[in-house]
DNA sequence: ACAAAACTTGAGGGCACCCTCGACTTAACC
DNA sequence: GGTTAAGTCGAGGGTGCCCTCAAGTTTTGT
């Protein structure tokens, strides 16, 4: 899959490692909808060969995101082999969104749902099907209230997305009086 | 209070009434960023005009919204006459995330915090007064958990402005999940 | 060393929104 | 009805972002 189609030109090479440096600092900084501008700047790059690289902000996030995304999948597997699953769903929630903290772009993506990029969907589809095995066995174990679905964390993810964006510091308080709410009985 | 400085010639009279309905209309349907230019075009009336009746948006914010943040007081003094303090507490937080379901303005001001004029200032704070007293009570009367304080009240009120943005759909079903985990022990 | 191909550059056109201001219109008062 | 203060109008200037493309530069292969 690394398909290195035409090898580029050292010099395009060395540009297109910069903007890609650039836009992960900024996308993480700042979110998904920093200008363009500002990334061939950073970059050190004019505009126009920004847009040679990656014509879309679309095909930026794509190059960029697949790799963030993994992070999903680490904790994902993670929580899925710890043997008490009320316990693996929660550190699998607070994992998730202390990664949602700490990246605005992450953010971003988990809580529009706007990132059309295959790989990204793809990697979404992933982190879904993660978390519904952990809600089913929690669920199964006796923890979680037997109502809980899918539908009920993709809310939570879009409504700690905007906890997160204008008060960081309480997103933890927040989860954990959610959580309390999520228990069985 | 009603200061009617200089009496408006007819016309402006007329004028300046249906900007402020366009202007209710339009911040209801579409929140408090909808550009100007459309509110303009709603009233029938030129660009300019609306400009002259209010030089900027948070004048035509704080003409429209006081009446509109009247029914906060509304819904804290109803729950505030009623006997058990934890229901009154729950249905003071249905009833506020009903209104701000209803009014994409109203979420928008209760979400950001930028309403900086004088008049939704205030109402802001006689609601958070009602909200504390609610709170107070509820605690005292052993239904919510005692540390729950307005700084948890005002992160919820974000988060559901965003739940209500994107699935207007949940908000109550998530509110439900979260109130589960107010309740004490 | 040269030519061709690949790449870079930034001025500039487009768009959506902001807001202003001078020329026109109209209501109000005599 | 005429005067004039009050009000209306909308073209247009400013900003910030989008994206393109013709002209210039650099790498690569010979």
Redesign the pocket.
């Known amino acids: 899959m690394v398909t290195a189609s ?11 490692e910069k903007l890609l440096a650039a836009a992960t600092q900024l996308f993480a900084e700042r979110g998904l ?6 990334i061939a700047r950073r970059a ?10 990656f ?3 679309e095909d930026l996030v794509s190059a960029i995101f697949p790799e963030r995304l993994a992070a999903l999948d680490v904790i994902g597997e993670k929580a899925l082999v710890d043997q008490d699953p009320w316990h693996a769903f929660v550190v699998y929630l607070e994992d998730l969104y202390a990664l949602q903290a700490e990246d605005r772009g992450l953010n971003d993506i988990l809580a529009r749902d706007l990132p059309n990029a295959p790989e990204v969907v793809s990697a979404c589809h992933r982190g879904a099907g993660h978390a519904e095995t952990l809600i089913m066995h929690a669920i199964a174990g006796g923890g979680l209230r037997p109502d809980f679905s899918i539908t009920d964390m993709a809310t939570l993810t879009r409504a700690m997305a905007q906890v997160i964006r204008d008060s960081p510091g309480e997103w933890r308080r927040f989860l954990s009086i959610y959580v309390d709410g999520l228990r069985a009985q």
């Not at 035409?6 to 297109?16: G, I, M, T, V």
């Not at 050190?44 to 690289?53: A, D, F, P, Q, R």
């Open positions: 035409k090898p580029l030109r050292a010099d395009a090479a060395r540009n297109r909808d920093v200008p363009m501008e500002h050190e790059v004019s505009i126009g060969t920004l847009y040679k690289h014509p879309t902000r």
